[in-house]
């Protein structure tokens, strides 16, 4: 992780330097136009990435367009919207990390730790617990052999539904903003890079939804990137703000208000996970 924190804070310093690239205008059908770039910097870019300039911009232009149909969207399209979007970016970049990157299971158990050892501060061993962009489910079923029960949620259907699951465990389908649990049955709810990926109207009434389903001691634990050291998407090679499928990034500020203008009463201090 330190490595990868490193290469990325390396890149944002190169990319923020004023001589090290200029922008172009767009292309006539909206898109980004290539943006020329010193040698330095492309090098520095491609080692960080392991693709092509050319490839990490292809990445960068294909989320840009893709975040654009999801920011001036109505909210009844988006209701199937998100999914449209991903499949598509897949489809148009098949050099996306997340296709061609496939962690060990050494990475994978130590990541699940990582965060396992997060939520602990949080969770008591009798707690229910939701998480929302639950992905593969891995974490989710991991923490039901530490709590009393544990709800997986995601827009996508669980792509490790045939695993073993334990009794304690299950997963639930959302359409991205309404959570299918009970009212005041939650002890904790969890979501972990999730709040940057939302429409604000979404993120808004996801978060009306997670006070709802929380019992009045619940909490609500949200890891989601700060704005103040982005961006954090594909976005850092090319932009000053996240243009990509982080459709929004928070400083810390602006998500407190949020919280609290959405029944989220009591806030605890920022820390990192």
Request: net charge negative; hydrophobic share 35%; glycine share 4%.
């Amino acid at each position: 992780m330190s490595g990868e924190l490193s290469t990325h804070s390396m890149m944002r310093e190169l990319a923020r330097s004023p001589s090290a690239h200029s922008f172009t205008r767009g292309s006539s059908d909206g898109s980004p136009a290539p943006v020329p770039i010193r040698s330095r910097f492309r090098r520095a870019l491609e080692a960080g990435e392991g693709r092509t300039y050319e490839q990490v911009w292809e990445h960068y232009a294909a989320e840009r367009s893709l975040a654009e149909r999801l920011r001036n969207s109505e909210l009844s399209d988006r209701v199937t919207l998100y999914r449209k979007v991903y499949n598509e970016l897949f489809n148009r970049v098949p050099h996306h990390p997340q296709l061609t990157r496939k962690a060990t299971e050494d990475e994978l158990r130590v990541e699940l730790e990582r965060q396992r050892s997060f939520l602990d501060r949080h969770v008591k061993p009798d707690d229910r617990l939701l998480e929302i962009g639950a992905g593969d489910c891995s974490l989710s079923r991991q923490m039901a052999r530490l709590y009393k029960h544990v709800i997986a949620v995601d827009v996508s259907e669980c792509i490790s539904a045939s695993a073993q699951w334990p009794n304690n465990c299950e997963f639930r389908q959302t359409d991205g903003t309404r959570l299918p649990v009970e009212s005041a049955s939650v002890d904790v709810v969890y979501s972990n890079q999730l709040m940057e990926h939302l429409n604000l109207d979404d993120a808004v009434a996801q978060l009306r939804e997670i006070a709802r389903v929380l019992k009045a001691s619940g909490c609500y634990v949200c890891v989601t990137p700060n704005r103040a050291a982005g961006p954090w998407d594909v976005s850092v090679y090319f932009d000053e703000a996240a243009r990509g499928l982080h459709l929004r990034e928070y400083s810390v500020d602006e998500l407190k208000g949020h919280l609290m203008d959405n029944r989220h009463s009591e806030l605890g201090r920022p820390c990192c996970p």
